[in-house]
């Protein structure tokens, strides 16, 4: 049995973290704090949870966590550098949803993120927590840094082809539109219905804090610094992200290379789907999987990538559940391959 | 093991039901039959279902349908009686989503649907296949006619009070509001994305085929005559459906007692949720409950209903499972139950 | 020239205030006041009025609107009240779009409303600022209570019904959906995009403070009291209300009669499209125009009338100026008739 | 007075040149044709017209024509080419709004499109109907090419940096958001309410017809060889198209001389605004207007531009009308500045 619990529960990662940990027979979900409902139950705030989570929201208190198994950190970046610290005193396991641990360069994380990093020192025994590329890292870890949800979509389909240098790790083009659930929950105007419905924006053009995070793990992986541009766009539905991306080919490589590359250094990935059609988010949307593909621009020898997952699960929840799988020693795959929950 | 297949299986209600028979272990899913999609495997019209339903869409043959246990017919109205009488003596049971067999008065169906009923001999011998009223006869029934959408939520409601006499049977107003999937899978301008969209329609008002199907349950239920008036409205969603209902107040009763009244008479109902807070269809949506309240206006005496279901589950498939496990001697709720389909 | 001004002008009624008046060459807008946005120029707040509006936001101070023709408050309800008195003393006329002076009964007014009346002696004076009804009284106000937004959906079509006695004032039933913009522009969870989209739910149910102003000035033009249950629901769109009514039939008429005598009393109204076919809000759109139809239910002696307006429109924005343009002589469809805004 | 028709009417871009054109004064719209409505009243098929347009929708037959001033085609793309010829004989200027008299390169026409060229001679004499590069032209043209939505979106933006050199020429990546709309008005499962609503997909990636009118017409404007990559996706919405542009910064430019230079450049270009701030969908639908604004991602060297139209209006039928005023002598804006039609 693994015990578990979950700091800042009632936005949508903590609430997804709930709805997928909460049936498991092998899993207890012992603690779940969120500062701004605190003394609420769970299925107050979320009604579809009723019958399923049977917890009160309580104020975060680092004693109550004590002897967890693994603990989640479902903050907004900012805030879980100031609780993982005591955290990991106490507790088998850390696993964060934010962004605080996945940049190892202090630097970069003060400038994209725009405040100081008040727990630098555990930066180096962070562990990106991207299965498909750190599995035995984050067998062995104590802190892990879950991916951000852009990063995800992007990371998957540009490592293979990075890794055997069929394309260029320059000149990264990517562009990324993500449903509003990514934006949390929390009452704003900007995010209101009426603002977001049958509209489009770019935000944070070119400076986007994930940026030094997409570029750090593919410069890991392709052995030499990687080189991109990213903007993110908001778009009116619920869940999602859509990554469509334009690298230059490197070599004389046709789709269906580049294709079986993929298709073979995932092999062993339960929830990567190289695609020979475009995805799209319905095919994704309520799974752990990332679906991808590719096409060759004769004309520009670009290739062009077109990639999906959903935000909340495997672009956060799903992803650090999967994480949380394999440094408990389970299946990797426990709870996150529920067929019925395909959606149609 | 329970043997099945699908007759119309390509619709949206037949795609529900794969994505929810598949994964069962206790069930063999073995055939589905597509007029439109003959020849396609499941995954290249469904994506979403990769890796979940490995099977490919055949034309409508009986003789494949030899020695199942159950088949779900889930063509329009006026297309399952041309299949059920064949399939009735090659099969153990047949559960029909469509209309076809759900009115036991044939005047009333070929006035309402708009055309012949070419298989009334077998009208007689048909169970109305609404588990919390008429599990007893859904137990022993070989063809079940699966209630419709709309009926669902407003029968299961309306049931208690009619019985209880706490409201009276005359002058009901039902009012819905439908997502487009309730509309079925096909190309037609009206369904477009533009078209509905930013948009809201009646359609039907007061001649919906679904209104001589409530009248004649609650009917029953009631013990007299129940007369109805029903106006659906199309909304731009994509699934679940909200039911208001006003019925006028029958004697002194109050809320907490009528809520206490729904609350008994469902106490042994896995898939009722009487509530106190008004439900709305997030909270049912991907699942098979139906959620309802009620409230009392006291100036007009008038007992105002707030019920919803998701159609594509406990309005179609979801409900048709139920019948089947029924039938099948399985407990109700196997399947059905996925904690982990809430959606937050 | 009308020199007119808008207190609460940052909300969405006001910046469609804004949006119709600014183009106008009769009209001057000078004084547009919004606490909240205090300072800042209108298309910083609205981009889209980048051009049309050259204005800046003010903190509200009556001395500033000395002098003006007309002055709308675009404020909640329980604030107009607030500023009202004094404005009357300051300017020709004004118009109030929030609830303070649409009941005559401060009594009821407190029941709906829940808080006291501060202005109760303004009452007697207000008219009730539905121009298809009231055009004469309006002419000669100074104080014009601007009907709500659900009440012009179900008046308009109820009022030519009951005053010919063709419909019962007893046991109207009216349910109404609408866009999410009628909520107001302001931060709060539950108007988000991710808890709205996807979703429908009922509020206020037999409480609504539309109520009383439906009943009372229904009751006026039907000569007796008027009964009625209403209950609004909250549906995934932007704009558009959608109201259906039911009403019992109260003598021999046919619904062509009924249609007539519709067309008739609003021979000469020039926003009141009496319809042969199911109006929807797509047809009513970004116009002034209040649609509806009815079909008559024989087998429960009921009739269904089905009516859609803009609700920032005719439902607010729109119905105020055509009260201005009738209290300041101008015709009636001035500025408001613009047929290149139709929406397709 | 113009005097005018629209070949292929009933269709989205049909539906909003009548709208726009029916209103206005100067204007007198006599015929229009659409084979799918033929015989049906306008305002059967578009019931928002209703007191807007008072013409039936007749089959195509070109003497109908004769005589006219202006002839708008509103036909798919290979549909244009078969009626233009014998137009051109009968009328006085012919504005297509699809896509066969933009590229002046038959074969190229032939790759993209994927069908023959059959009246190719016509090609020589086409102008292309962009007014903000072309005008001169346009004012003397008798066929005008009426441009492409996305390559609207793309080129305005992009046309002043090419010519200045503020950019390379080469590797230019322009990746683009469409509401459904630009699809057309037609039945299919594929753009059905259920299918688009929740999700995004791109769609002929670096294959799009588009991508060879983008690069043709900037090729002019920089005087050299123009390299692109383009994909579209489909998100869900009404209107609106949003397209982000990366291309390399090729000298020493800041921001603001960038945006100096795109300011200059449209001085006189009633229907360009060059924002400092980020644009979005909202500011622009239901006008001509073509948004944009441009940030230099430093780390990269690349330009990034954001750019949004109303893809019925600037992207269609707007800007055909906007090409009529020219070709007519008319002032450019014409019927297009109405004020009243900004959107809140």
Redesign the interface.
Known sequence: MVRCGIVGASG?SG??LM??L??REDVALEVVSAATSAGKRVDEV???????VDLTFGEFNPSQFDGLDVVFIALPSGEGMKVVPELLERVGHVIDLGGDFRLQDMKLYEEYYGHRHSAAALLPSAVYGLPELNAEKIASAQLIANPGCYPTSAILPLAPLLKTGAISPD?I?I?S?SG??GAG?????E?????????????K???HQHIPEIAFVLSGVAGKNV???F?P?L??????I?T?I?ARLAGAFTRDEMLRICSGFYADAPFV?V?Q???????????NFCDFTL???E??Q?V?V?S?IDN?IKGAAGQAIQNMNIVTGLPETT?LL???????
């Not at 009426?194 to 509209?199: G, K, M, Q, R």
């Not at 059609?277 to 799974?287: A, G, L, Y």
């Open positions: 949508y609430a997804e709805r997928l909460a049936p979320y009604p579809s949870l009723a019958g399923v000149g083009v562009t539109m509003v659930s929950r929390s009452a704003s105007v995010m209101s219905f009426v603002e977001v419905n049958e509209n489009i924006r770019a935000y053009p070119g400076r080189s991109l541009s903007v766009h778009v009116p539905l619920t869940r999602g859509y469509t334009h789907r695609r059609s475009i995805p799209q988010i319905k095919d994704v949307v309520m799974t096409v060759v621009e004309r520009t670009q062009i077109t999906t909340l709870g529920r067929k019925e929950a395909h959606y149609v």
